[in-house]
Nanobody
Framework: QVQLAESGGGLVQAGGSLRLSCTASGRTLRSYAMGWFRQAPGKEREFVAGTNWSGSRINYADSVKGRFTISRDNAKNLVYLQMNSLKPEDTAVYYC???????????????????WGQGTQVTVSS
């Protein structure tokens, strides 16, 4: 059974940076598309960034383009989300998730991801 675990969240001032990490047990992430999502209180979970299994396709939500970077280290079975120029509206619980195996594209729908971590809180103060 696959288990994902996020880390790296915390409290940061607006304009600051954080790097989130996602690791897995029970599954080798290199074969799967990976996604980062977030959910703020009272809001639906939304797509933030995703990469296909090879890293050749990457998509970002418009709200984070130019500020966030998703990357993967398949040798270490890790996926990262580098978040720069953070804004108070980035405050949310951030989740990583695994998507399709060997797919060429990057899905932004939560329904296309089947394994999720417990999430890590990111709070950006103004």
């Amino acid at each position: 059974q696959v288990q994902l675990a996020e880390s790296g969240g915390g409290l940061v001032q607006a304009g600051g940076s954080l790097r989130l990490s996602c690791t897995a047990s029970g599954r080798t992430l290199r074969s799967y598309a990976m996604g980062w999502f977030r959910q703020a209180p009272g809001k639906e979970r939304e797509f933030v960034a995703g990469t296909n299994w090879s890293g050749s396709r990457i998509n970002y939500a418009d709200s984070v383009k130019g500020r966030f970077t998703i990357s993967r280290d398949n040798a270490k079975n890790l996926v990262y989300l580098q978040m720069n120029s953070l804004k108070p509206e980035d405050t949310a619980v951030y989740y990583c998730a695994t998507g399709r195996a060997y797919g060429s594209g990057v899905d932004s729908s939560v329904d296309e991801y089947d394994a999720w971590g417990q999430g890590t809180q990111v709070t950006v103060s103004s």
